[in-house]
């Protein structure tokens, strides 16, 4: 097991992470570090990686204190976003790098033969036996990163590191690479962590993901609890959830100025967080409301629309509706609030002025 207790990172004046503390439990575990730009991931994954020293806190590994442990011989696997993979070297060559330089505990080296089997075992995991003699140049962006992922695992080694590994490919491939690397990572059994900002990558890789914002972890949880259980506000921004609004919880019934929808929280105040998708066209929901624009998508209605009796005023939120649907801009139209699509923030009620905060104030 991996974990982190209280680790603070500062580059001068910078304190790129303070007091994070993480756990990467077990074997075939993959976390996801989930965050904007400048957040603070790759600054903790270095420090792990024992690349970036820690002002305060601890990294054990096992058991071990990582502090004592040089970085060649922490045994943490890597791989960056472009895979960095040697230009001059076959597939099987890059593969097998790491296995000609590793030594196990009494000192030896691993026979060539070996080697060979190891290579060809890894090229099988991540689905690309037969390229080992290719030239990496003429590999695709996504078996480029399956040659990394492979390079490396080869050594065994006790923990991987992955620092958006598959934000330089496009999107499609993008979420179909996501799944195979979850597969590959859980069967070698190697526990992971995984940096991205991508929302849907980290839901596609990981069991849990931690929140990371300006440097501090904000909640750590499993991708589905993320979504409908953001921890606070900053979190629920980063989601994409826009505006906020106060509810009272009383039997699974959460009620706020828009309507009443069915929550899994204790009783109690609360506050619900509106993304795009949280509002639905219902010919007699409760909320009236005048459409600004609208785009058509496969799936259905995109609107952005103007709300009459929100807190402050007016206020412009983001709603769906299906192909079924009727609405034109300046078209006055009736809708849901769908609880499904609608996060919780429980406890605390937010201020009345700050209760539309994230939604644009209108008239
Ligand atoms: P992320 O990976 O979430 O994009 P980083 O860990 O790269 O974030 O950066 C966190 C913060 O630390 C940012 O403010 C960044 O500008 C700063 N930072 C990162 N690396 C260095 C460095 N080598 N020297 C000074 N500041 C740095």
Redesign the pocket.
Known sequence: MLRLTGITVR??E?L?AHDVTLEVPGEAHVLALL?P???????VLRAVAGLEPIAAGSITLGGEDLAAVPVHKRRIGLVFQDGQLFPHKSVAGNIAYGLALAKDDAGKRMPRAEQEGRVAELLDLVGMSGFGPRRVHGLSGGEAQRVALARALAPRPRLLLLDEPLSALDRGLRDRLATDVRDIVTKHRTPTIV?THDHSEAAFLADRIAVLIDGRIHQVAAPRDLWRRPADRAVARFLGFEAFLDADVRHGVARCVLGAVGVDAPDGPAVLALGQHSLAIAPHGPVTATVLSRVVMPDGLRLRVAVDGMPGGRAELGAVGTLHDDAEPGQVIRLGLDGRRTGLIAQGRAPREAALDGARARG
């Open positions: 580059y001068g910078t790129a965050g730009s400048g957040s603070g991931k790759t600054t940096v």
